[in-house]
């Protein structure tokens, strides 16, 4: 960045700094819900997914891998029409509000989370099993020791999920609007700001993305680290 472009980013920020923490605020805790209701529907149904064999497993596993890349902008059509008011849940009148939103980005992390915890529990699962069992754990007690090893790879999909929802555009900007300081978050003030010519702002948003996303990758990583210790 040269003087001029870091002197209208310092302007930027210093005209709208109020908005701005609002945008930051929002758009952390629109992922962050959204990511924490996806582990919580996510992480058990891949440990059951990982750990037991069953009719239609590998189905149900197909459509997951499936929906990993379901488009965002599908996604946020899907929940358009659920909340809209022709729509069956239209009565809760939540389009266009955070809330609904936070279901967008559910619908786009839940499958992530879901494979990804699959993947690292059925790698483990065998070995740590057997252990379990000739150490004389009943089949609770092995099943948690099998996700307690898998936990690395259950994070990995922990955060690759707060990715695909912290990151998205398409989903957050139709069921949410881009409503100025109602549902306006980092990814469509990206795009605001860029069709608006304001390119030094855009970036800077981008930038602070990147820097929330290192952030909360960096705790989640720490956390791991102090249980392995």
């Given at each position: 960045?040269?003087?001029?472009?870091?002197?209208?980013?310092?302007?930027?920020?210093?005209?709208?700094?109020?908005?701005?923490?609002?945008?930051?605020?929002?758009?952390?805790m629109?992922?962050?819900?959204?990511?924490?209701?996806?582990?919580?529907?996510?992480?058990?149904?891949?440990?059951?997914?990982?750990?037991?064999?069953?009719?239609?497993?590998?189905?149900?596993?197909?459509?997951?891998?499936?929906?990993?890349?379901?488009?965002?902008?599908?996604?946020?059509?899907?929940?358009?029409?659920?909340?809209?008011?022709?729509?069956?849940?239209?009565?809760?009148?939540?389009?266009?509000?955070?809330?609904?939103m936070?279901?967008?980005?559910?619908?786009?992390?839940?499958?992530?989370?879901?494979?990804?915890?699959?993947?690292?529990?059925?790698?483990?699962?065998?070995?740590?099993?057997?252990?379990?069992?000739?150490?004389?754990?009943?089949?609770?007690?092995?099943?948690?020791?099998?996700?307690?090893?898998?936990?690395?790879?259950i994070?990995?999909?922990?955060?690759?999920?707060?990715?695909?929802?912290?990151?998205?555009?398409?989903?957050?900007?139709l069921?949410?609007?881009?409503?100025?300081?109602?549902?306006?978050?980092?990814?469509?003030?990206?795009?605001?700001?860029?069709?608006?010519?304001?390119y030094?702002?855009a970036?800077?948003?981008?930038?602070?993305?990147?820097?929330?996303?290192?952030?909360?990758?960096?705790?989640?990583?720490?956390?791991?680290?102090?249980?392995l210790?």
């Amino acid at each position: 960045m040269n003087a001029d472009l870091l002197s209208s980013v310092w302007q930027f920020f210093c005209l709208r700094g109020g908005e701005l923490s609002g945008i930051v605020g929002l758009s952390l805790m629109v992922s962050g819900s959204a990511v924490i209701i996806g582990a919580v529907l996510g992480i058990p149904l891949g440990a059951f997914l990982g750990l037991k064999r069953f009719p239609g497993r590998e189905l149900l596993l197909r459509v997951i891998y499936t929906l990993m890349s379901l488009p965002p902008v599908l996604a946020g059509l899907l929940v358009y029409l659920l909340f809209a008011r022709t729509g069956p849940l239209g009565f809760l009148d939540i389009l266009f509000t955070p809330p609904v939103m936070v279901v967008a980005q559910v619908l786009l992390a839940t499958p992530i989370i879901t494979a990804l915890s699959s993947a690292a529990i059925a790698a483990k699962e065998k070995l740590a099993m057997d252990t379990a069992r000739t150490l004389g754990a009943s089949e609770r007690q092995a099943a948690w020791m099998v996700i307690k090893e898998a936990r690395t790879g259950i994070l990995a999909g922990i955060m690759t999920g707060f990715g695909r929802a912290f990151g998205e555009v398409g989903a957050v900007m139709l069921v949410g609007g881009n409503v100025r300081y109602q549902t306006r978050v980092l990814t469509t003030s990206i795009v605001l700001e860029t069709r608006q010519g304001n390119y030094e702002f855009a970036i800077a948003l981008g930038l602070i993305l990147l820097l929330l996303s290192f952030v909360v990758s960096s705790v989640l990583l720490k956390i791991d680290d102090s249980k392995l210790r």
